[in-house]
Protein backbone atom coordinates (compact mmCIF):
# COMPACT_ATOMS: atom_id res chain seq x y z
CA UNK A 1 0.00 0.00 0.00
CA UNK A 2 1.09 3.31 -0.97
CA UNK A 3 0.21 6.88 1.28
CA UNK A 4 -0.43 9.71 -0.10
CA UNK A 5 -1.64 13.84 -0.66
CA UNK A 6 -4.54 14.08 -3.32
CA UNK A 7 -5.28 17.13 -5.16
CA UNK A 8 -7.68 18.26 -2.69
CA UNK A 9 -4.95 17.71 0.29
CA UNK A 10 -6.67 14.94 1.09
CA UNK A 11 -4.38 12.17 2.86
CA UNK A 12 -4.93 8.60 0.65
CA UNK A 13 -3.97 5.04 1.14
CA UNK A 14 -4.18 3.49 -2.21
CA UNK A 15 -3.44 -0.70 -2.48
CA UNK A 16 -1.05 -1.86 -4.80
CA UNK A 17 0.33 -5.00 -6.31
CA UNK A 18 3.83 -5.93 -7.34
CA UNK A 19 5.12 -9.03 -8.81
CA UNK A 20 7.49 -11.66 -6.66
CA UNK A 21 10.08 -10.61 -9.30
CA UNK A 22 9.05 -6.45 -9.37
CA UNK A 23 8.87 -6.62 -13.23
CA UNK A 24 5.05 -5.70 -12.68
CA UNK A 25 3.55 -2.71 -10.36
CA UNK A 26 -0.47 -2.53 -10.87
CA UNK A 27 -2.04 0.70 -9.03
CA UNK A 28 -5.27 -0.75 -7.74
CA UNK A 29 -8.88 0.55 -7.56
CA UNK A 30 -9.40 0.15 -4.03
CA UNK A 31 -8.02 3.57 -1.64
CA UNK A 32 -9.49 4.85 1.96
CA UNK A 33 -9.74 8.88 2.59
CA UNK A 34 -7.68 9.28 5.79
CA UNK A 35 -8.27 11.56 8.79
CA UNK A 36 -11.82 10.58 8.47
CA UNK A 37 -12.30 12.65 5.18
CA UNK A 38 -11.12 15.97 6.05
CA UNK A 39 -8.03 17.37 4.51
CA UNK A 40 -4.66 17.64 5.79
CA UNK A 41 -1.93 19.88 5.43
CA UNK A 42 -0.79 20.93 1.86
CA UNK A 43 2.74 21.08 2.26
CA UNK A 44 3.45 18.37 4.66
CA UNK A 45 4.60 14.50 3.07
CA UNK A 46 2.93 11.20 4.78
CA UNK A 47 4.48 7.77 5.84
CA UNK A 48 3.18 4.69 6.44
CA UNK A 49 4.86 1.31 7.94
CA UNK A 50 3.66 -1.87 8.55
CA UNK A 51 2.76 -3.21 12.34
CA UNK A 52 2.19 -6.80 12.42
CA UNK A 53 -0.54 -8.87 9.94
CA UNK A 54 -3.12 -6.87 8.38
CA UNK A 55 -2.26 -3.79 10.58
CA UNK A 56 -0.79 -1.14 9.08
CA UNK A 57 0.25 2.44 10.67
CA UNK A 58 -0.28 6.13 8.74
CA UNK A 59 1.50 9.28 10.11
CA UNK A 60 0.11 12.80 8.55
CA UNK A 61 0.09 16.25 9.93
CA UNK A 62 -3.10 18.31 9.24
CA UNK A 63 -1.10 21.74 9.58
CA UNK A 64 -1.98 22.13 13.11
CA UNK A 65 -1.47 18.75 14.67
CA UNK A 66 0.07 15.12 13.43
CA UNK A 67 -1.24 12.47 14.17
CA UNK A 68 -1.19 8.37 13.66
CA UNK A 69 -4.09 6.40 11.98
CA UNK A 70 -3.90 2.61 11.96
CA UNK A 71 -5.44 0.97 9.39
CA UNK A 72 -6.38 -2.84 8.50
CA UNK A 73 -5.31 -4.32 5.00
CA UNK A 74 -6.57 -8.04 4.44
CA UNK A 75 -4.11 -10.42 2.51
CA UNK A 76 -6.11 -10.40 -0.73
CA UNK A 77 -5.53 -6.76 -0.65
CA UNK A 78 -9.55 -6.50 -1.06
CA UNK A 79 -10.08 -4.02 0.94
CA UNK A 80 -8.98 -0.85 3.38
CA UNK A 81 -10.35 -0.40 6.94
CA UNK A 82 -10.07 2.25 8.94
CA UNK A 83 -8.78 2.05 12.66
CA UNK A 84 -8.07 4.22 15.67
CA UNK A 85 -6.62 7.75 15.43
CA UNK A 86 -3.84 8.73 18.22
CA UNK A 87 -4.28 12.44 19.78
CA UNK A 88 -1.62 14.90 18.19
CA UNK A 89 2.15 13.82 18.44
CA UNK A 90 3.07 17.27 19.49
CA UNK A 91 0.69 19.37 21.78
CA UNK A 92 2.57 22.81 21.65
CA UNK A 93 4.17 22.48 17.75
CA UNK A 94 2.98 22.23 14.34
CA UNK A 95 4.94 19.04 12.71
CA UNK A 96 5.55 18.82 9.26
CA UNK A 97 7.01 15.96 7.27
CA UNK A 98 6.69 13.06 9.44
CA UNK A 99 7.86 9.79 9.00
CA UNK A 100 7.67 6.87 10.87
CA UNK A 101 10.00 3.46 11.45
CA UNK A 102 9.02 0.57 13.16
CA UNK A 103 11.76 -0.97 15.90
CA UNK A 104 13.38 -3.60 17.54
CA UNK A 105 11.52 -3.08 20.64
CA UNK A 106 8.42 -4.86 21.92
CA UNK A 107 6.19 -7.28 20.09
CA UNK A 108 3.14 -6.47 21.50
CA UNK A 109 2.66 -3.67 21.35
CA UNK A 110 5.33 -2.77 19.05
CA UNK A 111 7.53 0.09 19.18
CA UNK A 112 7.47 2.69 17.15
CA UNK A 113 9.32 6.36 16.26
CA UNK A 114 8.61 9.28 14.37
CA UNK A 115 10.69 11.99 13.38
CA UNK A 116 9.41 15.31 12.07
CA UNK A 117 10.10 19.46 11.56
CA UNK A 118 8.65 20.95 14.16
CA UNK A 119 7.11 24.46 11.81
CA UNK A 120 6.61 26.62 15.35
CA UNK A 121 10.16 26.12 16.85
CA UNK A 122 11.57 25.48 13.66
CA UNK A 123 13.69 22.60 15.20
CA UNK A 124 13.68 18.60 14.52
CA UNK A 125 12.10 16.18 17.14
CA UNK A 126 11.36 12.63 17.47
CA UNK A 127 8.80 11.06 19.01
CA UNK A 128 8.25 7.42 20.38
CA UNK A 129 4.95 5.82 20.24
CA UNK A 130 3.67 2.21 20.86
CA UNK A 131 1.03 0.20 18.38
CA UNK A 132 -0.51 -2.73 20.16
CA UNK A 133 -1.38 -5.67 17.83
CA UNK A 134 -4.96 -4.88 18.54
CA UNK A 135 -4.08 -1.05 16.83
CA UNK A 136 -4.31 1.11 20.31
CA UNK A 137 -1.70 4.15 19.79
CA UNK A 138 -0.05 5.30 23.02
CA UNK A 139 2.53 8.22 22.92
CA UNK A 140 5.83 7.90 24.85
CA UNK A 141 8.65 10.17 24.89
CA UNK A 142 9.91 12.89 23.07
CA UNK A 143 12.43 14.78 22.40
CA UNK A 144 14.74 16.89 19.64
CA UNK A 145 17.19 15.56 17.05
CA UNK A 146 18.13 19.00 15.96
CA UNK A 147 17.92 22.06 18.62
CA UNK A 148 19.54 24.60 15.88
CA UNK A 149 16.87 26.88 14.23
CA UNK A 150 16.03 26.52 11.46
CA UNK A 151 16.42 22.48 11.46
CA UNK A 152 15.47 19.14 11.44
CA UNK A 153 13.81 19.71 7.81
CA UNK A 154 12.62 16.74 5.33
CA UNK A 155 14.13 14.02 8.17
CA UNK A 156 14.10 10.24 7.23
CA UNK A 157 14.65 7.08 9.51
CA UNK A 158 16.79 4.01 9.41
CA UNK A 159 18.36 1.63 11.87
CA UNK A 160 22.01 2.79 12.02
CA UNK A 161 23.32 -1.25 12.93
CA UNK A 162 22.20 -3.57 15.90
CA UNK A 163 20.11 -2.84 19.57
CA UNK A 164 18.26 0.37 19.77
CA UNK A 165 20.67 2.41 18.46
CA UNK A 166 18.53 4.36 14.87
CA UNK A 167 19.95 7.21 12.70
CA UNK A 168 17.98 10.32 11.41
CA UNK A 169 18.93 12.70 8.66
CA UNK A 170 17.67 15.52 7.86
CA UNK A 171 17.78 19.40 6.21
CA UNK A 172 19.41 21.83 8.84
CA UNK A 173 21.10 25.36 9.92
CA UNK A 174 22.66 26.80 6.49
CA UNK A 175 21.08 24.32 4.45
CA UNK A 176 23.47 21.97 5.14
CA UNK A 177 22.89 18.30 5.41
CA UNK A 178 23.46 16.14 8.55
CA UNK A 179 22.80 13.01 10.02
CA UNK A 180 22.72 12.06 13.90
CA UNK A 181 22.22 8.78 15.45
CA UNK A 182 19.69 8.44 18.27
CA UNK A 183 19.30 5.95 21.22
CA UNK A 184 15.61 5.24 21.67
CA UNK A 185 16.03 2.75 24.76
CA UNK A 186 14.82 -0.44 25.51
CA UNK A 187 11.99 0.32 27.42
CA UNK A 188 9.85 3.60 28.62
CA UNK A 189 11.63 4.31 31.66
CA UNK A 190 14.72 4.54 29.21
CA UNK A 191 14.23 8.45 26.94
CA UNK A 192 15.61 8.63 23.64
CA UNK A 193 19.00 10.13 23.49
CA UNK A 194 21.02 11.73 21.39
CA UNK A 195 24.96 11.44 20.93
CA UNK A 196 26.21 12.03 17.56
CA UNK A 197 25.63 14.99 15.41
CA UNK A 198 27.77 14.99 12.32
CA UNK A 199 27.38 17.27 9.00
CA UNK A 200 28.00 15.17 5.83
CA UNK A 201 27.89 18.00 2.70
CA UNK A 202 27.29 21.65 2.78
CA UNK A 203 24.43 23.35 1.51
CA UNK A 204 22.94 21.03 -0.23
CA UNK A 205 19.69 18.76 1.43
CA UNK A 206 19.51 15.15 1.96
CA UNK A 207 17.39 13.33 0.46
CA UNK A 208 16.86 9.51 1.97
CA UNK A 209 18.50 7.57 4.14
CA UNK A 210 19.09 3.37 4.03
CA UNK A 211 20.97 1.06 5.53
CA UNK A 212 22.61 -2.36 4.40
CA UNK A 213 24.71 -4.21 7.24
CA UNK A 214 26.25 -1.29 9.59
CA UNK A 215 26.41 1.11 6.20
CA UNK A 216 24.08 4.12 6.55
CA UNK A 217 23.80 5.47 3.02
CA UNK A 218 22.73 8.62 2.70
CA UNK A 219 21.56 10.57 -0.92
CA UNK A 220 21.33 14.10 -1.56
CA UNK A 221 19.67 16.07 -4.02
CA UNK A 222 22.82 17.99 -5.58
CA UNK A 223 26.63 18.00 -6.12
CA UNK A 224 27.35 15.09 -8.14
CA UNK A 225 30.63 13.04 -8.17
CA UNK A 226 31.78 13.37 -4.51
CA UNK A 227 31.61 10.80 -1.70
CA UNK A 228 31.80 11.43 2.11
CA UNK A 229 31.70 9.40 5.55
CA UNK A 230 31.50 9.86 9.21
CA UNK A 231 31.25 7.51 11.94
CA UNK A 232 28.33 7.36 14.36
CA UNK A 233 28.40 5.29 17.30
CA UNK A 234 30.98 3.31 16.01
CA UNK A 235 29.20 2.26 13.04
CA UNK A 236 31.09 3.78 9.49
CA UNK A 237 27.67 6.10 7.38
CA UNK A 238 28.66 6.37 4.04
CA UNK A 239 26.88 9.11 2.01
CA UNK A 240 26.81 8.45 -1.79
CA UNK A 241 26.33 11.88 -3.35
CA UNK A 242 24.36 11.18 -6.49
CA UNK A 243 22.89 14.17 -7.51
CA UNK A 244 19.98 15.80 -9.85
Excluded at 52 to 69: C, F, I, N, R
Excluded at 125 to 130: G, P
Excluded at 139 to 167: C, E, Q, R, V, W
Excluded at 184 to 211: E, Q, R, Y
Amino acid sequence: AVAYRDSSNKGQVEIITITDNGGTITPGDITLALNSNSAISSSSNLDIAHVTGTLYAVVWSDGTDAKVQTITIPDNGASITAGSISAAIDATGVPSDPVLIQTDIGSDPRNFVIAYHDTTAIKGELRSVTISNAGTVTLKDTIKFDNNSPGGMTPSLAHSGTGAMYAVTYKGSGADGFVTSFNLGDADSTPPTVPTNITITSNNSVNTLAKSGNIVSVTFDTESGSTCTGTIDGKTASCSVTGT
